[in-house]
């Protein structure tokens, strides 16, 4: 790690997430998908949608294995689901918030409001240029924008929904991050969380050998694999900040988790920005993440996923946090002194928006794998909790494979 960097494990908050208890758990009721998108870690298989009975009996393993706050229904493309109203049901009758992981491009208004009566929280569109839309290839990612605004109003016409975007990070597309939070400034009253998932990808004869126990595997059919990839695949975190810093140079991270093999690496960085459409008054500090987490989890016995969006547009009441989070002193300093220098900012509703950035699994040259600890994304695989990124592997081995480096083999 950047020994440079302001922020570190001993200034931000490590977020309590862990396996058995969790924000969020990840429920695939079908890997079917209608739009193919580069990095994808899953298989398209056209007739893979699990009955109710299947959904339920994982709905009830993470009742028994796993506390979480909500569950997000992923895939695949969970609108694919012919079922999708009552998968949306079932998981708000067992008291959790229901969140859509899709690339909307089968979301209508009619389907909306039924998903809304049947208890939906909040959605994730997962909308980058590395996808192949219809009418929308070759578009960069600020010409998306008209896209991303188009599910943002459907969603602020309904009503009551939290609303996120995701997007991929490729070395090409990473100079346009900056853009795309300014893109999420200029909507910050109905866009409430973004995230950046930075591209990875398992590039073949390399450096390693692949093995299941002990028998070496090819791996070159996974979803997930390329035999050539002439792109970075590994992009750190700390770079995405970075970039951007060049738009906001105050941009400040406020919590974390590290990766399973190395403490220090920031697998999901979340920052909490707080604003409205003509000023960004600054950045929440780790105090603020501590707090709401450890009262949630009192409170409820959950940590804390998504908020109602109705909160998210409650930002000076947070200033009541001030005396204990030295970020919100900042805000709020900020905020009134935007009474003289800009009084349609002061006048605004002030609005808060998380920013998430996640590195997924990285192989060291030993072979380890740093994945995510305490991953949220975390599914059911034959009754057990697994990562969902590496679904694939369970399904044909029953188990993640072993990372051996070729020179290691060559010197037995």
Same mark, same amino acid.
């Given at each position: !790690?950047?020994?440079?960097?302001?922020?570190?494990?001993?200034?931000?908050?490590?977020?309590?997430?862990?396996?058995?208890?969790?924000?969020?758990?990840?429920?695939?009721?079908?890997?079917?998908?209608?739009?193919?998108?580069?990095?994808?870690?899953?298989?398209?298989?056209?007739?893979?949608?699990?009955?109710?009975?299947?959904?339920?009996?994982?709905?009830?393993?993470?009742?028994?294995?796993?506390?979480?706050?909500?569950?997000?229904?992923?895939?695949?493309?969970?609108?694919?689901?012919?079922?999708?109203?009552?998968?949306?049901?079932?998981?708000?009758?067992?008291?959790?918030?229901?969140?859509?992981?899709?690339?909307?491009?089968?979301?209508?208004?009619?389907?909306?409001?039924?998903?809304?009566?049947?208890?939906?929280?909040?959605?994730?569109?997962?909308?980058?240029?590395?996808?192949?839309?219809?009418?929308?290839?070759?578009?960069?990612?600020?010409?998306?924008?008209?896209?991303?605004?188009?599910?943002?109003?459907?969603?602020?016409?309904?009503?009551?929904?939290?609303?996120?975007?995701?997007?991929?990070?490729?070395?090409?597309?990473?100079?346009?991050?900056?853009?795309?939070?300014?893109?999420?400034?200029?909507?910050?009253?109905?866009?409430?969380?973004?995230?950046?998932?930075?591209?990875? !990808?398992?590039?073949?004869?390399?450096?390693?050998?692949?093995?299941?126990?002990?028998?070496?595997?090819?791996?070159?059919?996974?979803?997930?694999?390329?035999?050539?990839?002439?792109?970075?695949?590994?992009?750190?975190?700390?770079?995405?900040?970075?970039?951007?810093?060049?738009?906001?140079?105050?941009?400040?991270?406020?919590?974390?988790?590290?990766?399973?093999?190395?403490?220090?690496?920031?697998?999901?960085?979340?920052?909490?920005?707080?604003?409205?459409?003509?000023?960004?008054?600054?950045?929440?500090?780790?105090?603020?993440?501590?707090?709401?987490?450890?009262?949630?989890?009192?409170?409820?016995?959950?940590?804390?996923?998504?908020?109602?969006?109705?909160?998210?547009?409650?930002?000076?009441?947070?200033?009541?946090?001030?005396?204990?989070?030295?970020?919100?002193?900042?805000?709020?300093?900020?905020?009134?002194?935007?009474?003289?220098?800009?009084?349609?900012?002061?006048?605004?509703?002030?609005?808060?928006?998380?920013?998430?950035?996640?590195?997924?699994?990285?192989?060291?040259?030993?072979?380890?794998?740093?994945?995510?600890?305490?991953?949220?994304?975390?599914?059911?695989?034959?009754?057990?909790?697994?990562?969902?990124?590496?679904?694939?592997?369970? !399904?044909?081995?029953?188990?993640?494979?072993?990372?051996?480096?070729?020179?290691?083999?060559?010197?037995?």
């Amino acid at each position: !790690m950047d020994k440079n960097l302001d922020y570190s494990p001993q200034t931000i908050y490590r977020l309590p997430w862990n396996l058995a208890d969790n924000a969020i758990s990840w429920l695939e009721p079908t890997s079917k998908c209608n739009l193919y998108c580069d990095g994808c870690y899953r298989e398209n298989r056209d007739s893979s949608h699990k009955s109710i009975e299947e959904i339920k009996h994982e709905l009830d393993v993470f009742e028994k294995l796993r506390k979480c706050d909500s569950v997000s229904i992923a895939g695949g493309d969970p609108l694919t689901h012919p079922q999708i109203v009552e998968i949306v049901r079932l998981i708000k009758q067992k008291n959790w918030k229901p969140v859509i992981n899709t690339n909307g491009a089968l979301l209508t208004k009619e389907l909306l409001h039924e998903l809304k009566e049947a208890g939906i929280f909040g959605f994730t569109f997962h909308v980058d240029s590395g996808q192949q839309r219809p009418h929308w290839k070759g578009k960069n990612e600020l010409e998306l924008n008209e896209l991303r605004l188009q599910l943002a109003n459907m969603l602020a016409e309904e009503g009551g929904m939290t609303c996120s975007f995701n997007a991929t990070v490729y070395p090409e597309n990473l100079k346009y991050v900056p853009e795309l939070l300014k893109w999420g400034h200029e909507n910050i009253d109905k866009v409430h969380i973004m995230v950046f998932i930075i591209y990875r !990808m398992a590039v073949l004869d390399k450096e390693f050998d692949y093995y299941i126990r002990d028998q070496k595997v090819t791996f070159d059919f996974m979803p997930y694999s390329k035999t050539i990839d002439e792109r970075r695949i590994d992009i750190k975190t700390e770079e995405v900040v970075e970039e951007i810093r060049k738009v906001y140079p105050d941009f400040m991270p406020s919590a974390y988790l590290n990766g399973s093999m190395q403490s220090d690496s920031y697998k999901w960085l979340l920052t909490g920005r707080m604003g409205n459409k003509h000023k960004i008054f600054g950045y929440v500090g780790p105090r603020l993440m501590e707090i709401v987490q450890t009262v949630k989890h009192l409170f409820t016995d959950s940590y804390l996923a998504y908020s109602k969006s109705k909160y998210q547009r409650w930002g000076r009441l947070y200033f009541l946090l001030a005396p204990f989070d030295k970020g919100i002193r900042t805000i709020a300093k900020n905020y009134f002194k935007s009474f003289l220098e800009n009084p349609r900012a002061f006048f605004s509703r002030v609005h808060y928006q998380s920013v998430m950035i996640i590195q997924p699994g990285d192989v060291f040259e030993n072979g380890e794998q740093n994945m995510c600890d305490g991953c949220p994304d975390i599914t059911v695989w034959d009754d057990k909790l697994i990562w969902s990124c590496r679904m694939e592997e369970q !399904m044909k081995w029953g188990q993640n494979v072993r990372t051996v480096p070729k020179k290691v083999n060559s010197d037995i």
